[in-house]
């Protein structure tokens, strides 16, 4: 009997779990996945809950139980400590060791906002939110329900940030938010990033440059925050540059998972070395990552996570009968960006191809438009909760191809 | 004597090819920037390059200040105004960007 090991039971490990099972022999192989809790987040929908659309932990929570498949053993523990020298990972529930032959560590991403002075002491979840997490987006929806306008800043910390759009929606949903309840003329929206605009690809950049300035959203650029004076309410750069806020909503700095460090394995933010196409790890044979736990520059996302689920596998299945591994991986993501109004945008690239116009995921018909504002793309992404419990992180077939297509884009 | 003009430069103004990097490529880099390089800038420059050759990739800002050598705060006086990108510049990489 072989052993795979999953650490992590969120989008990626609930997928590959799913999809080793309908592929592996069960006389022969034995899946286990273990994750602290029993409460998997439909993450895409934080974004939605400050404003109302979603209401609460409700719309968003579902049993992590009731996605793995029979078969598939799940545990619920803390993990203590990756061995990979002795191919086993020790965990809290009973001190047990659980040996491996081969391990799949899907650990993901975490906000680490105790990185940056000031952002999450005395004000933290008063003047200062944030809504990557769960709690935090709650918070927040209870804040906006009673604020009554000022200087709203949104901040991007450091890169690389998982879900790198959902800023900018975040902005695009404050302003129709404000609209709605007849507020916009009393709130200041300032968005404030490291990197040099909003829109740092050529075609996007051409394609969307304007949206900021017609929704009338003011951009700081290249500020790399260093800390957060939270009694004077401003933001302060390691340059010493300064931003005043009435609110501020931070994405605080994002980092794999603590046990990455205590094992010795990740970079400077715990996120593990991973080989660029084919998701084995760097430094161990028997070893590979998926979702946010890599050190890639592919998105840390959820689609990302998707297809690297589909080309791991069939990479997989090849390895495990002694053949190489193709070098398949081409950092696909594919991400709806909300805009507001009932509309949205939807971009398609990968490690090589910047997002590009055009129809998908059936080229000339779409329904989806690839970097225009449409109502469909709205609905799209609205339908795509339902998709995301019912056929993603089932592993069953969706519409769409792992690897990109430029088919149907416009050069 | 090279230019600026004379190297294969992407749409964004950084060396397209990081393999044709040279020393020579950071000083005329440099002085389009307006920066007189020091030892602590090639400190800096140096390090990123290494780890270029190690892993083919541009190290984030903070993997830079944790382990070039050079802290934070005297990187930001280093590199004024947007270090990442001028970092990148004169090493040979290309700008940090977004997804989008």
Same mark, same amino acid.
């Given at each position: 009997?072989?052993r795979i090991l999953?650490?992590?039971?969120?989008?990626?490990?609930?997928?590959?779990a799913n999809?080793?099972?309908?592929e592996?022999?069960?006389?022969e192989?034995?899946i286990t996945?273990?994750d602290?809790?029993d409460?998997?987040?439909y993450?895409?929908?934080?974004?939605?809950?400050?404003?109302?659309?979603?209401?609460?932990?409700q719309d968003v929570?579902?049993?992590?139980r009731?996605?793995m498949?029979?078969?598939?053993e799940?545990?619920?523990s803390e993990?203590?400590v990756?061995?990979?020298?002795?191919n086993?990972?020790r !965990?809290k529930?009973?001190?047990r060791?659980?040996?491996?032959?081969y391990?799949i560590i899907?650990?993901?991403?975490?906000?680490a906002p105790?990185?940056?002075?000031?952002l999450a002491e005395?004000e933290w979840?008063?003047?200062?939110?944030?809504f990557?997490t769960?709690?935090?987006?709650i918070?927040?929806?209870?804040?906006?329900?009673?604020?009554q306008g000022?200087?709203?800043?949104l901040?991007?910390?450091e890169?690389p940030i998982?879900?790198p759009?959902a800023p900018?929606?975040?902005?695009?949903?404050a302003?129709w938010?404000?609209?709605e309840?007849?507020l916009?003329?009393?709130?200041e929206?300032?968005?404030?990033?490291?990197?040099?605009?909003a829109?740092t690809?050529?075609?996007a950049a051409?394609?969307l440059?304007?949206?900021?300035e017609?929704?009338?959203?003011?951009?700081?650029?290249?500020?790399?925050?260093?800390?957060?004076?939270?009694?004077g309410?401003?933001?302060?750069s390691?340059?010493?540059?300064t931003?005043?806020?009435?609110l501020?909503?931070s994405i605080?700095?994002?980092?794999g998972?603590?046990v990455?460090?205590?094992?010795?394995?990740g970079?400077?933010?715990?996120?593990?070395?991973?080989?660029?196409?084919?998701l084995?790890a760097?430094?161990?044979?028997?070893v590979?990552?998926?979702?946010?736990?890599?050190?890639?520059?592919?998105?840390?996302?959820?689609?990302v996570a998707?297809?690297?689920?589909?080309v791991?596998?069939?990479?997989?299945?090849r390895?495990?009968?002694?053949?190489?591994?193709l070098p398949?991986?081409?950092?696909h993501a594919n991400?709806?960006?909300?805009s507001?109004?009932g509309k949205?945008?939807?971009?398609d690239?990968n490690?090589?191809?910047?997002?590009?116009?055009?129809?998908?995921p059936?080229?000339? !018909?779409?329904?989806f438009?690839l970097l225009?504002?449409?109502?469909?793309?709205h609905?799209g992404k609205?339908?795509?909760r339902?998709m995301? /419990?019912n056929?993603?992180?089932?592993?069953?077939?969706?519409?769409?191809?792992?690897?990109?297509?430029m088919?149907?884009k /416009?050069? | 004597? +090279? +230019?600026l003009?004379? #190297?294969?430069?992407?749409?964004?103004?950084?060396?397209a090819d990081?393999?044709?990097w040279t020393?020579?490529?950071a000083?005329l880099?440099?002085?389009d920037?307006?920066?007189?390089? +020091?030892d602590?800038h090639?400190?800096?420059?140096?390090?990123v390059?290494?780890?270029?050759?190690?892993?083919g990739?541009?190290?984030? #800002?903070?993997?830079?200040?944790?382990?070039?050598?050079v802290? +934070?705060?005297e990187?930001y006086k280093?590199?004024p105004k947007g270090?990442a990108?001028?970092?990148a510049?004169?090493?040979?990489?290309?700008?940090?960007?977004?997804c989008i």
């Amino acid at each position: 009997m072989k052993r795979i090991l999953i650490l992590g039971g969120g989008t990626a490990g609930t997928l590959v779990a799913n999809k080793l099972h309908q592929e592996l022999d069960p006389d022969e192989w034995r899946i286990t996945v273990v994750d602290r809790d029993d409460r998997h987040f439909y993450q895409p929908g934080f974004l939605f809950i400050p404003f109302g659309i979603y209401k609460g932990k409700q719309d968003v929570m579902r049993s992590r139980r009731r996605y793995m498949p029979r078969g598939v053993e799940l545990i619920l523990s803390e993990i203590e400590v990756i061995e990979p020298d002795k191919n086993q990972v020790r !965990i809290k529930k009973n001190n047990r060791t659980l040996p491996y032959d081969y391990l799949i560590i899907t650990t993901g991403s975490h906000t680490a906002p105790e990185e940056t002075p000031g952002l999450a002491e005395h004000e933290w979840r008063k003047s200062i939110f944030d809504f990557y997490t769960v709690d935090g987006a709650i918070a927040l929806s209870k804040k906006l329900r009673t604020w009554q306008g000022g200087r709203l800043v949104l901040n991007i910390t450091e890169m690389p940030i998982k879900c790198p759009v959902a800023p900018l929606e975040f902005m695009f949903l404050a302003d129709w938010f404000f609209h709605e309840h007849n507020l916009r003329d009393k709130v200041e929206l300032v968005m404030v990033t490291p990197l040099d605009g909003a829109f740092t690809k050529p075609r996007a950049a051409s394609i969307l440059g304007n949206i900021l300035e017609e929704k009338n959203i003011k951009l700081v650029t290249e500020f790399n925050t260093g800390e957060v004076d939270p009694d004077g309410r401003k933001l302060i750069s390691y340059d010493e540059r300064t931003v005043d806020y009435d609110l501020l909503i931070s994405i605080p700095t994002i980092m794999g998972s603590e046990v990455i460090e205590r094992s010795g394995i990740g970079d400077e933010l715990n996120f593990v070395p991973t080989e660029k196409y084919t998701l084995k790890a760097k430094h161990f044979d028997n070893v590979f990552v998926l979702g946010d736990a890599t050190d890639l520059p592919s998105s840390k996302a959820g689609s990302v996570a998707h297809f690297e689920g589909e080309v791991f596998l069939e990479n997989f299945l090849r390895y495990i009968d002694g053949l190489d591994l193709l070098p398949t991986w081409d950092g696909h993501a594919n991400c709806y960006i909300e805009s507001g109004f009932g509309k949205g945008f939807l971009i398609d690239f990968n490690y090589d191809v910047e997002p590009l116009p055009g129809k998908y995921p059936l080229p000339g !018909i779409g329904p989806f438009s690839l970097l225009q504002e449409s109502r469909m793309n709205h609905w799209g992404k609205m339908i795509f909760r339902w998709m995301y /419990w019912n056929i993603l992180l089932k592993g069953k077939p969706m519409p769409v191809t792992a690897e990109m297509s430029m088919a149907g884009k /416009w050069l | 004597m +090279t +230019t600026l003009a004379d #190297l294969n430069l992407d749409a964004d103004g950084y060396l397209a090819d990081p393999n044709d990097w040279t020393p020579e490529v950071a000083e005329l880099f440099a002085q389009d920037l307006g920066l007189e390089l +020091t030892d602590r800038h090639w400190q800096v420059i140096n390090y990123v390059r290494d780890e270029f050759a190690k892993n083919g990739e541009m190290p984030s #800002l903070r993997r830079i200040t944790k382990q070039s050598g050079v802290p +934070t705060k005297e990187l930001y006086k280093l590199f004024p105004k947007g270090p990442a990108g001028k970092i990148a510049k004169l090493a040979g990489m290309s700008k940090p960007k977004g997804c989008i």
